[in-house]
């Protein structure tokens, strides 16, 4: 939602309008910012886009990132020794 006005009903009251919701895109094509080139591939890009089969791609390659090999013995760094230079040892 966008803020289309806000007008002060009393002392530190208001009343705000807003825009209808729109797509990001159908806000560009109304703002006519965009060539024609641009604004058909878009327009194109939109049309064949399914949500549906978007998501179940995102959650595929989220089951694939998770199953990828750790390290077997991690271990554990102390950031403060790696940050400390052996020169100055006045801060240990």
């Known amino acids: 939602m966008r803020l289309h006005s806000k007008d002060a009903v009393a002392p530190l ?3 705000r309008q807003f825009d209808p919701t729109q797509p990001p895109l159908d806000r560009l094509i109304e703002l006519q910012c965009l060539d024609d080139a641009a604004r058909h591939r878009l327009e194109k ?3 064949t886009t399914n949500p549906l089969i978007l998501s179940a791609q ?10 990828l090999p750790t390290l ?3 271990q554990t760094v102390n950031g403060f020794d790696t940050l400390i ?3 100055d040892l ?3």
């Open 13 to 15: 009251r208001y009343r």
């Open 45 to 47: 890009l939109r049309q």
């Open 58 to 67: 995102i959650n595929d390659l989220i089951g694939q990132w998770m199953s």
């Open 72 to 74: 077997k013995n991690p």
């Open 85 to 87: 230079k052996e020169a």
């Open 90 to 92: 006045s801060l240990r």
